[in-house]
Structures are given as structure tokens and as C-alpha cells.
């Protein structure tokens, strides 16, 4: 089971789950939807009575400005659960859409409450789960605060790199990455010709080599220092909780 599901690869991350816990994650993927690049899943202000899976494809979450731009807030990858965060509203904090063709799995608040009656160490994953987006937005917070625009873009794309080590989906020093110069000047407070010239002189350094969707790191670690990265905020687990 654990080898077709992402959700399930995403959540074993966190710490040991048994046979019954995947199970329950497994129930979490029934009824799958496919979608759309391009697709908004919500809008900001829409009703909140669910929670998605994304079990194949990217996605995002943003916010409209009243000038006409948008800020990218979450990238979200397969196996990431979409509108945690929102359990506690009644409406939605942001509106979502796919960066590309994807599946996504529905649910209702309900049927979590039902894998935390049935499940401790699940509710403790979600817990962990929650922290983890929460960390993920306080660095971008960082990010656009406090470093410049080289360092945001080769933090934001060696973030990426790490994250997908969690699911297996790094090819060596290599990773798709579905975003367009767009999509990244978004998330990073930067126009789309600002980025353009940044990767061209990461191509120049040999730091970062792209060629349409694919990403080369030919130096990881002189992307991560150029970055001034740390990566105590992905660096969770829960497994310490039940080891004493």
C-alpha cells in the first residue's frame, strides 16, 4: 500500500505507522478527482467544511491584493494535506489553485475527527503536520523580510529540493519544478524579469541549471550557503514522543 501512496510516504516521515493507521490514511484517498492546471480548488472567503489530499501534481495557496498582484503563501506537494489550517474557520484564509494536471482526494472535517477517536498516533502526525506548514510560512516570512532577492530564490529552490527527498521524488541532484518565473517572483515578492536574471547568473555560477521543468543542482550545498540556509524547520518528527 505504502508504495503507491504518497500520503502514506508523507506521513511515515513524521514517525512509525502501523498497518490500521494506513489504513485510515488509505480511506483518506478514496474518490479521487482529477484536476486541472490552472484549476482554483477554492477561492479566499468561500466556505471551509473540508480538507484535501493531493496526491499527484503541485499546488498553491495565495492571496489577491487590492493593486492586482498576488502573493503565493504555500507550495504544496504530493502527499501534502490542503486546508489543515482552516479547521478552526468557518471560511476559507486563502484560495488554492493547481500549478498542474493532478488528483485530489476530498474530505469533511468529520472524518478526521474520526482517525483522531481512532487513532493517537495519526492525531499526533496531524499535529506535526500543522506545526510543519505553520514553520514553512514563518520562513517565508523570513525570507521576503530579511534576505535579498538572490538569497530568496535559491533558498525557495533548495527548499524545494529537501522537501522532496521526503517522498522520494529527488532524482539525485536533480527535481522537477513546476513553477514559471511567474510563480516564483510571486512567492518571493519579485517580478518575473528580476528571476529571470537571477537564474541566468545561478546558470553562470553553476549553481542552478534549468531546462523547462527540471532543475540541476550541480553543488547543492554551495546553493544552500548562497542561500544562508538552515533547515532546522524541516527537521520534524514525532518519533521521540513515543520512545520514552
Known amino acids: 500500500m505504502s508504495k503507491d501512496s504518497c500520503i502514506i510516504r508523507h506521513f511515515k516521515h513524521y514517525g512509525e505507522i502501523s498497518k490500521n493507521d494506513e489504513a485510515l490514511l488509505a480511506d483518506l484517498e478514496k474518490s479521487p478527482s482529477e484536476v486541472k492546471g490552472d484549476q482554483i480548488l477554492w477561492q479566499e472567503g468561500d466556505s471551509a467544511r473540508e480538507f484535501c489530499t493531493l496526491s499527484r501534481g503541485w499546488a498553491y495557496s495565495f492571496r489577491h491584493m487590492e493593486d492586482g498582484s498576488r502573493q503565493i503563501l504555500e507550495i504544496y506537494l504530493p502527499g501534502d494535506i490542503i486546508g489543515l489550517r482552516e479547521f478552526a474557520f468557518k471560511d476559507r484564509l486563502t ?7 493532478g488528483v485530489i482526494c476530498h474530505f469533511p472535517h468529520r472524518r478526521l ?3 483522531f477517536r481512532e487513532s493517537l498516533t495519526l492525531s499526533a502526525i ?7 506548514q505553520q514553520a514553512l510560512l514563518t520562513e517565508r516570512l523570513v525570507n521576503l523580510a530579511r534576505r ?3 538569497q530568496r530564490l535559491a533558498h525557495l529552490i533548495y527548499e524545494m529540493f529537501v522537501r522532496l527527498e521526503r517522498t522520494k521524488a529527488r532524482d539525485g541532484n536533480s527535481i522537477r519544478l513546476p513553477l514559471s518565473q511567474q510563480h516564483l517572483g510571486d512567492a518571493l515578492g519579485l517580478s518575473s524579469v528580476h528571476v529571470s536574471r ?3 547568473t545561478f546558470r553562470e555560477e553553476g549553481l542552478v541549471l ?3 521543468q527540471r532543475i540541476e543542482l550541480p553543488d547543492p550545498a554551495a546553493l544552500a550557503r548562497e542561500a544562508e540556509f538552515g533547515d532546522a524547520y524541516l527537521n520534524d518528527g514525532i518519533d521521540h ?3 520514552h
Not at 95 to 101: F, K, R, S, T
Open 113 to 115: 475527527i474520526n482517525v
Open 198 to 200: 537571477t537564474l541566468t
Open 126 to 132: 496531524f499535529f506535526a503536520i500543522s506545526s510543519h
Open 210 to 212: 534549468r531546462s523547462r
Open 148 to 150: 535579498s532577492a538572490r
Open 95 to 101: 484560495g488554492v489553485a493547481m500549478l498542474e494536471d
Open 241 to 243: 514522543f513515543f520512545t
